[in-house]
């Protein structure tokens, strides 16, 4: 049945493929996005002039926005990807993590209820709110821990982790207290088409297609557990369909690897599809590792599997090849999001880290 969705967040990375995913199964979608640096129109390009398709720009801070959307709009669910997520970014300026993924969900959360209580009791049964969170508010593992479970105490070390533990534990508070229909996701590092070149992938994908150092943070052994898009947006879907009202429920790819390890299978597939003259692995550079940077994170998927019956399409091999592809494939948005803010970014972040 056609659904009527509130996304925040939605002309970003995970939110744009979200939104291109759902539009095609015939929910209609209304997207608030404030198009900060890593927002982008153009991911929605295609989505112009289509009937189920809504966009409005502003922040979820804006609670008189908010409240005004919910009453014209009157969406059966809401999902909230909006937040700022880039770690580096946090160690530089952690204020704004704390204004959009803590004051901001608040903000969602008080309006949403708002909503909620002056639904009738069908639209009340129907109507779901689904955070959208990171594996990161878990914690770093050791190399032979077990991975995180659902049940694992918060351990948050950077601001943004920090930010977004606190984020899910106002979800938690509101379905408590309120009664709200929560929902959590806690997801793996994303990776995928229209991601913004300033995390690891796409950035050594354009970094190797220019002949750029490849930066790797300390001796490149930092494990993550590695997620391609389409298949989070799969289980977001799932989720938010037949999920028990204030569960959380963790999604993985299946697939950890070594940032290093990463790096060199981009490499290959550069050196086939875009070969250089050299290998590109000639390209790798160490720089200062990242403060307070996390060992490992792995997340155990086995609840959303045994439960929902979800797990991933691809698999590393598969999706990464599908990105690379999907990046040399598109110079166009390429050119237009590798724009002065980003090769500011760039320069401060690793350009000076030496």
């Known amino acids: 049945m056609s659904r009527t969705i509130l996304v925040t967040g939605g002309a970003g990375f995970i939110g744009s493929n979200f939104v291109l995913q759902r539009v095609a199964a015939g929910d209609r979608i209304l997207n608030l996005d404030k198009l900060t640096y890593a927002g982008n129109p153009g ?21 008189a926005l908010l409240t005004r ?6 969406p059966d669910a809401v999902v909230n990807f909006a937040a700022e997520s880039h770690v580096d970014r946090s160690i530089v300026s952690p204020e704004e ?3 959009t993924n803590v004051v901001g969900t608040f903000r969602l959360l008080h309006a949403a209820l708002a909503y909620y209580r002056g639904l009738d009791a069908a639209a009340q049964a129907r109507f779901r709110i689904h955070h959208v969170s990171t594996d990161e508010v878990y914690g770093s593992l050791g190399p032979d821990d077990a991975a995180f479970t659902e049940s694992k105490a918060y351990e948050p070390n950077s601001p943004y982790s920090a930010s977004k533990a606190s984020s899910d534990h106002l979800v938690r508070a509101y379905q408590h207290t309120y009664g709200m229909p929560t929902l959590t996701t806690n997801c793996s590092n994303n990776y995928g088409p229209y991601q913004f070149p300033e995390k690891l992938i ?3 994908i354009l970094n190797a297609l220019n002949g750029r150092p490849l930066p790797i943070y300390g001796d490149g052994m930092n494990v993550r557990d590695w ?3 389409g298949d989070h947006c799969d289980a977001i879907a799932l989720v938010l369909e037949k999920g028990v009202v204030g569960e959380t429920y963790n999604i993985g790819g299946d697939s950890e690897m070594a940032n290093l390890d990463v790096v060199r299978t981009i490499c290959s597939i550069m050196d086939e599809l875009h070969p250089a003259g050299a290998p590109h692995t000639q390209l790798i550079t160490y720089v200062k590792d990242r403060p307070g940077h996390d060992r490992r994170y792995a997340v155990d998927t086995a609840r959303i599997k045994r439960e929902l019956g979800w797990r991933p399409r691809e698999s590393f091999a598969s999706g990464i090849r599908r990105t690379v ?6 110079p166009a ?3 237009e999001v590798t724009s002065g803010e980003y090769r500011k970014w760039i320069s401060t972040n690793y350009e000076t880290r030496g």
């Not at 592809?325 to 598109?330: F, H, K, P, R, V």
């Open 69 to 74: 959307l919910f009453a014209q709009h009157k």
């Open 227 to 229: 997620l391609y898009v």
């Open 202 to 204: 796409p950035l050594v």
């Open 325 to 330: 592809e999907w990046y040399l494939g598109n």
């Open 43 to 63: 991911n929605l390009a295609a989505l112009k002039d289509n009937p189920g398709y809504v966009f409005v720009h502003g922040g979820i801070e804006d609670e």
């Open 97 to 99: 993590f704390i204004t």
């Open 333 to 335: 948005w390429v050119a």
